[in-house]
């Protein structure tokens, strides 16, 4: 257990409703990513925040996609109108500030399948 | 269940023997190399790093080599365990200023024979 929690751990939607899911980093960590893994893939960059702020946004992360940090602490992910091709794992990953050495603790992940 | 490695070159070792997983990497300004492995329904967990001012770092029963000459890098597993059985991926970062995200590459499933 790294201590990063994800919820759920499987989700399970039809194409066209929104999906959420939750993250809690390590609690001292001020960083936290969110990553998206596809079967026989390495996970895909999708977002980062330092505390509250979102700083970084992949390509990837189409208007459909939003995440939020209210408070610096937990995360939010959520897709709108999902589509098949959402379905993946959704890492989120969080590590405190040590400059270029950084070190991510994962989540176990949440599986969503979109039917 | 298995979410992750049914499509991903696999390597076999006999318990007790060493394991070697390489890895090319493509971007030339990285500087900041990492290893991870996933095992089965899970998240990835850190191995070992190397900076690219080190061609070779040593942790408990693993090695990372680093050859920035042809960008390849590897993964020595020592006395291979049945625990060992996992999915290994290296991931890579830059050092450009500013925020850099960690780069991850394909991964490679490594099976344990008892």
């Known amino acids: 257990d790294t201590g990063v929690s994800q919820d759920p751990r499987h989700k399970i939607t039809k194409r066209g409703q929104n999906v959420t899911f939750r993250c809690d980093p390590i609690?001292?960590?001020?960083?936290l990513y969110w990553y998206r893994q596809t079967l026989g893939q390495g996970p895909e960059f999708l977002t980062y925040?330092?505390?509250?702020?979102?700083?970084?946004k992949s390509r990837l992360l189409s208007d459909r996609f939003s995440a939020e940090r209210p408070k610096g602490s937990f995360s939010t992910l959520e897709i709108q109108r999902t589509e098949q091709g959402d379905s993946a794992m959704y890492l989120c990953?969080?590590?405190?500030?040590?400059?270029?050495?950084?070190?991510?603790?994962f989540g176990s992940g949440t599986q969503l399948s979109v039917l | 269940g298995e979410s992750v490695g049914l499509h991903l070159p696999t390597l076999s070792v006999q318990e007790g023997d060493n394991s070697i997983i390489n890895c090319a990497y493509s971007?030339?300004?990285?500087?900041?190399f990492i290893w991870y492995k996933q095992e089965s329904g899970k998240g990835p967990q850190f191995i070992i790093d190397?900076?690219?001012?080190?061609d070779k770092r040593q942790g408990q029963r693993v090695t990372v080599l680093l050859n920035k000459t042809v960008k390849h890098l590897s993964l020595q597993i020592a006395a291979t365990q049945p625990g060992d059985s996992a999915v290994y991926f290296c991931?890579?970062?830059?050092?450009?200023?500013?925020?850099?995200?960690?780069?991850f590459g394909t991964g490679t499933k490594l099976q344990v024979i008892p």
């Open positions: 990953a969080s590590s405190q500030e040590t400059g270029q050495e950084e070190k991510l603790f």
């Open positions: 609690s001292e960590h001020n960083r």
């Open positions: 925040f330092q505390n509250e702020a979102q700083l970084e």
């Open positions: 971007n030339s300004a990285s500087d900041y």
């Open positions: 190397i900076r690219s001012n080190m």
């Open positions: 991931a890579e970062k830059e050092n450009s200023g500013g925020y850099q995200k960690v780069t």
